[in-house]
T-cell receptor, first 112, second 115 residues
Framework: GQSLEQPSEVTAVEGAIVQINCTYQTSGFYGLSWYQQHDGGAPTFLSYNGLDGLEETGRFSSFLSRSDSYGYLLLQELQMKDSASYFCAVRPGYSSASKIIFGSGTRLSIRP | DAGVTQSPTHLIKTRGQQVTLRCSPKSGHDTVSWYQQALGQGPQFIFQYYEEEERQRGNFPDRFSGHQFPNYSSELNVNALLLGDSALYLC??????????????FGPGTRLTVT
C-alpha cells in the first residue's frame, strides 16, 4: 500500500523553531511537497523537494532523504499566524500526471 | 489574476440525492484535480482531468464522476449520496506543461452536508 505518516499535533512557542517530520511508503516517488491549511481555509503550497537535500524559502525550509523515505518541514522564528495544519504530500508515480497522496496532517499550535 | 473558484460554498443534500460541484481553475492552468477532505484528515484524491479526459483516479466508487470543459473548468458529480459523503470538496488546478507540476493551487472548497 501507499502511506504517509506525520505527527498529529505539535505545540511550540512563538519565536522558536519547530520541525514536522514525514515518512512515506509508496510504490514510486516523484517528489515530496508541503502544504499549509488554516482552519476553514484551503491548502496552500509551501515547498517541494524532488531531490535529496534542503530547500529554503524564507522562514520555512524542507528536507528530503529519498534513501530513508523521509522528509521534514522546518519553521523558524515562529509567529502566531503559523498556527495551522501542515500536510506532507507525495507523487507516487514517475510522472507529473500521477495523483498526489496527502498525509493526515500535523496541527501546529503556537503559544505566546 | 483570478485564483481557483468553486461553487457553491455550502450545500445541504438528502441521502440518495445527486449533487454537482463546480470549479474554475486559476487563469492559465489546464489541469484540475478534485479532493475530498473529511474533518481532521488530509485531502483524499478523487480524480484529475486534463484535456477534457480523466487522467488519474483515486479509490472512489463510480458514484463519483466528473467532467472538464473546453475552457478547463470542471464539475464533480456525486450520485446516490451517502451520509459518509459529507466533507469539504476541494478543487486544485495546475499547469501540465510545467515539468513536475508539484505546485497545485486550491480553491476555497465546497462544504457538502448529507442528511
Amino acid at each position: 500500500g501507499q502511506s504517509l505518516e506525520q505527527p498529529s499535533e505539535v505545540t511550540a512557542v512563538e519565536g522558536a523553531i519547530v520541525q514536522i517530520n514525514c515518512t512515506y511508503q509508496t510504490s514510486g516517488f516523484y517528489g515530496l511537497s508541503w502544504y499549509q491549511q488554516h482552519d476553514g481555509g484551503a491548502p496552500t503550497f509551501l515547498s517541494y523537494n524532488g531531490l535529496d537535500g534542503l530547500e529554503e524559502t524564507g522562514r520555512f525550509s524542507s528536507f528530503l532523504s529519498r534513501s530513508d523515505s523521509y522528509g521534514y518541514l522546518l519553521l523558524q522564528e515562529l509567529q502566531m499566524k503559523d498556527s495551522a495544519s501542515y500536510f506532507c504530500a507525495v507523487r507516487p508515480g514517475y510522472s507529473s500526471a500521477s495523483k498526489i497522496i496527502f498525509g493526515s496532517g500535523t496541527r501546529l499550535s503556537i503559544r505566546p | 489574476d483570478a485564483g481557483v473558484t468553486q461553487s457553491p460554498t455550502h450545500l445541504i443534500k438528502t441521502r440518495g440525492q445527486q449533487v454537482t460541484l463546480r470549479c474554475s481553475p486559476k487563469s492559465g492552468h489546464d489541469t484540475v484535480s478534485w479532493y475530498q477532505q473529511a474533518l481532521g484528515q488530509g485531502p483524499q484524491f478523487i480524480f484529475q482531468y486534463y484535456e477534457e479526459e480523466e487522467r488519474q483516479r483515486g479509490n472512489f466508487p463510480d458514484r463519483f464522476s466528473g467532467h472538464q470543459f473546453p475552457n478547463y473548468s470542471s464539475e464533480l458529480n456525486v450520485n446516490a449520496l451517502l451520509l459518509g459523503d459529507s466533507a469539504l470538496y476541494l478543487c486544485a488546478s495546475s499547469l501540465a506543461a510545467i515539468k513536475g507540476t508539484y505546485e497545485q493551487y486550491f480553491g476555497p472548497g465546497t462544504r457538502l452536508t448529507v442528511t
